[in-house]
């Protein structure tokens, strides 16, 4: 059972918008900024947004970032095949002293 | 470039010991928070241990506590993590990533993974 909470799936169209949630507690979410990374299976995570709304040199503005109060969400707009794979938020819980992340989102493009 | 390289996995028997080596360059290692995280197959990513770069502040997840210990040696650019009393649910690629700004939020790179297996 993870300590931050994301769907399992998600799934859109070639082109379209899909947004990813991720629902947590004021010990991490609440108080600390979310991170969000992108993995196809068999590779290392690769982080997409980190801070607030930060993206690291060479992802594109497709993809953004909000929270609000103990949730944040993923967006990623123009959805591509390359976008298939699976999504993780993480941040620090302050109660645990620790790491936390969401259990991962699969995303389909269809 | 940034570059972060594992080693030091493999098959270990429960009750065994295992030290992993990261090796960092293409930064100022020194000055940078470091992560070790581990994915069993199928699941999701767990984070396991956090060091700061002077080695003043050590976090771990209670999964681990009492069992590992991660270490660095500014000098050699590299991470470690020693496991002892490895567990079969200890199972899993360890990646080391780096903490982007030192407060375990976020983590901007990370390594290709090193397989550990504990298994009889």
């Known amino acids: 059972q993870s300590v931050l909470t994301q769907p399992p799936s998600v799934s859109a169209a070639p082109g379209q918008k899909v947004t990813i949630s991720c629902s947590g507690s004021s010990s991490n979410i609440g108080n600390n900024h979310v991170s969000w990374y992108h993995q196809v299976p068999g590779t290392a995570p690769k982080l997409l947004i980190y801070d607030r709304n930060k993206r690291p040199s060479g992802i594109p503005d497709r993809f953004s970032g909000s929270k609000s109060g103990t949730s944040a969400t993923l967006g990623i707009t123009g959805l591509q095949t390359g976008d298939e794979g699976d999504y993780y938020c993480?941040?620090?819980?302050?109660?645990?002293?620790?790491?936390?992340f969401g259990g991962g989102t699969k995303l389909i493009v269809l | 470039d940034v570059q972060l390289v594992e080693s030091g996995g493999g098959l270990v028997q429960p009750g065994g010991s295992l030290r992993l080596l990261c090796e960092a360059s293409?930064?100022?290692?020194?000055?940078?928070?470091m992560n070790w995280v581990r994915q069993a197959a199928g699941k999701g990513l767990e984070w396991v241990s956090y060091?700061?770069?002077?080695?003043?502040?050590?976090h771990y997840a209670a999964s681990v506590k009492g069992r590992f210990t991660i270490s660095r040696d500014n000098a050699k650019n590299s991470l470690y993590l020693q496991m002892n009393s490895l567990r079969a649910e200890d199972t899993a690629f360890y990646y080391c990533?780096?903490?982007?700004?030192?407060?375990?939020?976020?983590?901007?790179?990370w390594g290709q993974g090193a397989l550990v297996t504990v298994s009889s």
């Open positions: 060091i700061s770069g002077t080695s003043g502040i050590i």
């Open positions: 990533a780096r903490d982007w700004d030192g407060s375990g939020r976020g983590f901007d790179s």
């Open positions: 993480g941040t620090w819980d302050n109660s645990l002293s620790a790491g936390v």
């Open positions: 293409g930064f100022s290692f020194s000055n940078s928070a």
